[in-house]
T-cell receptor, first 110, second 116 residues
Framework: GENVEQHPSTLSVQEGDSAVIKCTYS??????FPWYKQELGKRPQLIID?????GEKKDQRIAVTLNKTAKHFSLHITETQPEDSAVYFC?????????FGAGTTVTVRA | DTAVSQTPKYLVTQMGNDKSIKCEQN?????MYWYKQDSKKFLKIMFS???????INETVPNRFSPKSPDKAHLNLHINSLELGDSAVYFC???????????????FGPGTRLTVT
């Protein structure tokens, strides 16, 4: 199956700074790359996704970039706020299955 | 207006027991999923059904048996529970799994299963 590696596993940032999470995948046929946010005790929720025909997508303070040649994609959060504290998962579609990265625990310090 | 709901939210039971978790979605989706999230937060797919037909069956012990009575419901029955089954189980749904661009999966609130 698809192998998705996510780094870092934990990330602590000062409020107002940027956070970057990176993921790599193994199957070059993968064509859909979502990011999910999971707050403590809550369900994972989609925050942004990107498809293979696009190199970058932005939605307010979050953006995702995709490098299909290198098989990696990244989540960028700018002007971080306390409510951005959560676990973030990258994922990749392969054979109609979502394979998730191991997650990044982001803590925004006030 | 809950999109994907699960019951129960918490389940505490002893080893060897049999238990079920129920899931319902009111989004009109064709595909439903069960995921297991372990203590390290790792999310892994277990099963997927499309219009009541099993389409994904990962390497899961056969003590776990999903059942889809209709496309809005996907239940998970677990026999002979073991300590290692303790986890949070999430149900999810999406549009037709094989169509683009309808890949977004909507998750239920989760069921925290504790086996003692």
């Amino acid at each position: 199956g698809e192998n998705v590696e996510q780094h870092p596993s934990t990330l602590s940032v000062q409020e107002g700074d940027s956070a970057v999470i990176k993921c790599t995948y193994s199957d070059s046929a993968s064509n859909y790359f979502p990011w999910y946010k999971q707050e403590l005790g809550k369900r994972p929720q989609l925050i942004i996704d990107i498809r293979s025909n696009v190199g970058e997508k932005k939605d307010q303070r979050i953006a995702v970039t995709l490098n299909k040649t290198a098989k990696h994609f990244s989540l960028h959060i700018t002007e971080t706020q306390p409510e951005d504290s959560a676990v973030y998962f990258c994922a990749v579609i392969n054979d109609y299955k979502l394979s998730f990265g191991a997650g990044t625990t982001v803590t925004v310090r006030a | 207006d809950t999109a994907v709901s699960q019951t129960p939210k918490y389940l505490v039971t002893q080893m060897g027991n049999d238990k079920s978790i129920k899931c319902e979605q009111n989004l009109g989706h064709d595909t439903m999923y069960w995921y297991k999230q372990d203590s390290k937060k790792f999310l892994k797919i277990m099963f997927s059904y499309n219009n009541k037909e099993l389409i994904i069956n990962e390497t899961v012990p056969n003590r776990f048996s999903p059942k889809s009575p209709d496309k809005a419901h996907l239940n998970l029955h677990i026999n002979s529970l073991e300590l290692g089954d303790s986890a949070v189980y999430f149900c999810a749904s999406s549009q037709e799994y094989s169509s683009e661009p309808h890949y977004e999966q909507y998750f239920g609130p989760g069921t925290r299963l504790t086996v003692t």
